[in-house]
Nanobody, 121 residues
Framework: QVQLVESGGGLVQPGGSLRLSCVASENIFSINAMRWYRQAPGKERELVAAIDIGGSTNYVDSMKGRFTISMDITKNTVFLQMNSLKPEDTAVYYC???????????????WGQGTLVTVSS
């Protein structure tokens, strides 16, 4: 019933930009926070950026100034604008939403299946 769909990944040269989108199903009617994670092959999943319902954002230091997270609550959508991309940014990027679903009044985390970002010359 709850589905998150990421899009916008692809192949980009170093220094290039990509904009990722994540659309959550309408079953999530109350969103507490939206987050982006990423995971490179052989490495642990790590937080990239987060935004809460009040609009406060949080970034990992290495992403701050290059990545921007934003959201459109009315459309259950979160974005990640990525600029000045580096090869080290290559990973599968996952959308995460903390919120309440129609049949689950408790706050819970919901995950997308990921979108691949490859930064290479």
């Amino acid at each position: 019933q709850v589905q998150l769909v990421e899009s916008g990944g692809g192949l980009v040269q170093p220094g290039g930009s990509l904009r990722l989108s994540c659309v959550a199903s309408e079953n999530i009617f109350s969103i507490n926070a939206m987050r982006w994670y990423r995971q490179a092959p052989g490495k642990e999943r790590e937080l990239v950026a987060a935004i809460d319902i009040g609009g406060s954002t949080n970034y990992v230091d290495s992403m701050k100034g290059r990545f921007t997270i934003s959201m459109d609550i009315t459309k259950n959508t979160v974005f990640l604008q990525m600029n000045s991309l580096k090869p080290e940014d290559t990973a599968v990027y996952y959308c995460n939403i903390n919120g309440r679903a129609r049949l689950n009044p408790r706050l819970a985390d919901y995950w997308g299946q990921g979108t691949l970002v490859t930064v290479s010359s």
